[in-house]
């Protein structure tokens, strides 16, 4: 029988095996997500697609193998909807440059922690959300209390928002340039965001209302035509 440090030894050369083993290639190679030559960006998609990057941070979980490593780059710096150089942020991509600048701007900078935020502690896989909320202050109404946030229309969300998205906690503090929230959205993903929004203070104020038309003074009022009666009763003399 082995000793026990031997055996140890033994035991993680083999789950190290079995792991790099299970990454060896894909279940799902990266050029099935390629573009199709008629897309208007197909150069820039199309190289995002050839970029080694994608070798060890898959583009889509369903590449992965249950005990591919790799799932802890997906977790952590993968972007399951947009790619991790935002090459599918839009109808435009993030940046035509495909590159590891571009990539740690999109991924690592700008949107980190994508699928760990969103599929992870996320529930942005479920096809229905549930959106619900406990106080708020503003928009349609001054106050609510435990309402269906699902059917607030877009123009009518409230300044001052706690509530609870797909039964987790979500805060929201918008008044004036302010533009703060934390805890899970509306579509599943956890996400924070703090920052002075001075596009808010730029807002044009609502165009004023039409002023009536001015009286005009008795004084410059026409008199009557001649030959005609100047009111009732009145008559004209030969």
């Not at 479920?126 to 406990?134: F, G, I, P, T, V």
């Not at 706690?162 to 805060?171: A, E, H, Q, W």
């Not at 001075?198 to 030959?227: M, T």
Request: a positive charge; aromatic letters at 14%; hydrophobic letters at 35%.
């Amino acid at each position: 029988m082995l000793p026990m440090p031997k055996m140890l030894l033994a035991l993680g050369a083999l789950g190290c095996a079995a792991l790099f083993s299970g990454c060896a290639a894909y279940q799902v190679p990266t050029t099935a997500y390629a573009p199709q030559p008629d897309n208007p960006y197909y150069q820039a998609r199309e190289k995002a697609v050839e970029s080694p990057i994608y070798n060890y941070v898959p583009r889509k979980r369903e590449q992965l193998r249950p005990l591919d490593w790799r799932w802890v780059t997906w977790c952590l710096a993968g972007n399951e909807e947009d790619g991790i150089f935002g090459e599918y942020s839009g109808k435009t991509p993030y940046s035509t440059n495909i590159n590891f600048r571009t990539y740690c701007s999109w991924s690592i900078f700008r949107n980190p922690l994508h699928n760990w935020d969103f599929h992870v502690i996320g529930s942005a896989d479920w096809k229905r959300h549930y959106n619900y909320s406990l106080l708020s202050f503003g928009g349609e109404r001054k106050v609510r209390a435990c309402s269906n946030a699902g059917k607030w229309g877009r123009g009518k969300q409230p300044f001052f928002d706690i509530g609870l998205n797909d039964f987790k906690p979500y805060l929201k503090l918008d008044p004036w340039i302010t533009d703060f929230y934390l805890g899970w959205r509306k579509a599943g993903s956890f996400e924070i965001k703090c920052r002075a929004d001075l596009h808010k203070a730029k807002k044009k104020p609502a165009p004023e209302s039409i002023q009536p038309a001015a009286v005009q003074p008795a004084c410059l009022s026409p008199g009557p035509r001649p030959g005609y009666p100047s009111g009732p009763g009145s008559q004209t003399h030969g």
